[in-house]
Structure formats: C-alpha cells, structure tokens
Nanobody, 123 residues
Framework: QVQLLESGGGLAQAGGSLRLSCAAS????????IGWFRQVPGKEREFVAA????????LYENSVKGRFTISRDNAQNTVALQMNILKPEDSALYYC????????????????WGQGTQVTVSP
C-alpha cells in the first residue's frame, strides 16, 4: 500500500515557476514508478511526466518538454515536478500516482493516487 500527498500548488503568473512535491509512504518507494497527471473540469486526466523507480528514466508529455522536470529522492520518499515558463494552459489539478515497476503514460496503469494540488496560471 502506498499513500501519496501532493503539495506546492498555487497561483503563478505566466512565465513563472512552481515546484510540486509528491510525498509517499511505504518502505519500498524505489520500486514504484511515479507519474504526474493533470485534469481540468470537463476533460480527461492528462499525462504530464513520469519517472522510473531508480530515477534513470523519465517521460514527458510534448507540451511540457523543456519546461518541466521530474525528479525523485528515494531517501526522502519524494518526487518533485519543477514547472518553469508556466502558461495559462498549464492550469489544472495536478495528481501524482504510483505503480509497481516503471512509470508509464497511462493513468489506468497506476494503482495509487494522491488527492491533487491545484495550479493556476494567470496570463
């Protein structure tokens, strides 16, 4: 069982930065791939980024490549999403999710989800 708690959301101006954090419970954190997803009302949950258990493999959705960076600290059981050059279209509720094995693009492959943290980017 893994419990996830996101933090770091808030309000930012376009061009600004925010850093999201996902804190996980459990003693085998390094065996879990972690993904970040986002969702706006009325739309499906969208993949943002993912990272393997070791941190050696990362995946990004095309629109965030070069702007967002996913990283993890297995000693602290945390995964971060550094978001730079924010755009209004990045506004969403951001979730982190965990699955045994590597990170993937597909929300249905993740077993554990946090409650989400809201990111709002003003023009």
């Amino acid at each position: 069982q893994v419990q996830l708690l996101e933090s770091g959301g808030g309000l930012a101006q376009a061009g600004g930065s925010l850093r999201l954090s996902c804190a996980a419970s459990g003693r085998t954190f390094s065996s879990y791939g972690i993904g970040w997803f986002r969702q706006v009302p009325g739309k499906e949950r969208e993949f943002v980024a993912a990272i393997s258990g070791s941190g050696s493999i990362t995946l990004y959705e095309n629109s965030v490549k070069g702007r967002f960076t996913i990283s993890r600290d297995n000693a602290q059981n945390t995964v971060a999403l550094q978001m730079n050059i924010l755009k209004p279209e990045d506004s969403a509720l951001y979730y982190c999710a965990a699955r045994k094995g590597g990170g993937t693009l597909y929300a249905h492959e993740y077993n554990y989800w946090g409650q989400g943290t809201q990111v709002t980017v003003s023009p």
